[in-house]
T-cell receptor, first 115, second 119 residues
Framework: KAGVTQTPRYLIKTRGQQVTLSCSPI?????VSWYQQTPGQGLQFLFE???????NKGNFPGRFSGRQFSNSRSEMNVSTLELGDSALYLC??????????????FGPGTRLTVT | AQTVTQSQPEMSVQEAETVTLSCTYD???????LFWYKQPPSRQMILVIR??????QNATENRFSVNFQKAAKSFSLKISDSQLGDTAMYFC????????????????FGQGTILTVHP
């Protein structure tokens, strides 16, 4: 099976602009989670989608939003970009485990630089 | 809220030797899952090993094994016969089972340990 794909891989934006990142999960995986990775804050959970519904959200401002399509592909959007949004954004495709947990497989990430 | 702590920012080991990375966590949950992920310089996050809290037996995957001490809330990773390709940042992560909608798809990560394997 093909792995998780994320596009674009690299992105440079200017403060105040908005950006959309895309994630295609492993075929058959219906849950997609997004994470932000920065040197200062480490890996932080943004949100999770399952069957086109957001089921969980991390502690990020409303400028961060997402959605999931019927084919399980997901997008996240960041509006009014700030310098602090510069980060590696990782998408994870989940395989459910017995007992109610998930095993997450990550994409290569999108490196966003805000200038 | 759960927290995960990796107290070793950096570690180094000689090729073919064994190294242990430490992880402690804090939770009031009785059932949960613990993971070790590896992030090499390519930044691709790779699942190394998984441990279910309800299992007393420690998980093993080839050269990788864990020492899971539930009472002590400790979850260390042992890498045997270290190889140059093991050079990476290693993250310990915690996940609660899905219950009540507050934990869906959410991994809580430690700060990471940079492991360098020297030839």
């Amino acid at each position: 099976k093909a792995g998780v794909t994320q596009t674009p891989r690299y992105l440079i934006k200017t403060r105040g602009q908005q950006v959309t990142l895309s994630c295609s999960p492993i075929s058959g995986h219906r849950s997609v989670s997004w994470y932000q990775q920065t040197p200062g804050q480490g890996l932080q959970f943004l949100f999770e989608y399952f069957s086109e519904t957001q089921r969980n959200k991390g502690n990020f401002p409303g400028r961060f939003s997402g959605r999931q399509f019927s084919n399980s592909r997901s997008e996240m959007n960041v509006s009014t970009l700030e310098l602090g949004d510069s980060a590696l954004y990782l998408c994870a495709s989940s395989l459910p485990l017995a007992g109610g947990s998930y095993e997450q497989y990550f994409g290569p990430g999108t490196r966003l630089t805000v200038t | 809220a759960q927290t995960v702590t990796q107290s070793q920012p950096e570690m180094s080991v000689q090729e073919a030797e064994t190294v242990t990375l430490s992880c402690t966590y804090d939770t009031s949950e009785n059932n949960y899952y613990l993971f070790w992920y590896k992030q090499p310089p390519s930044r691709q996050m790779i699942l190394v090993i998984r441990q279910e809290a309800y299992k007393q037996q420690n998980a093993t995957e080839n050269r990788f094994s864990v020492n899971f001490q539930k009472a002590a809330k400790s979850f260390s990773l042992k890498i045997s016969d270290s190889q140059l390709g093991d050079t990476a940042m290693y993250f310990c992560a915690f996940m609660k089972p899905n219950a009540g909608g507050t934990s869906y798809g959410k991994l809580t990560f430690g700060q990471g340990t940079i492991l360098t394997v020297h030839p």
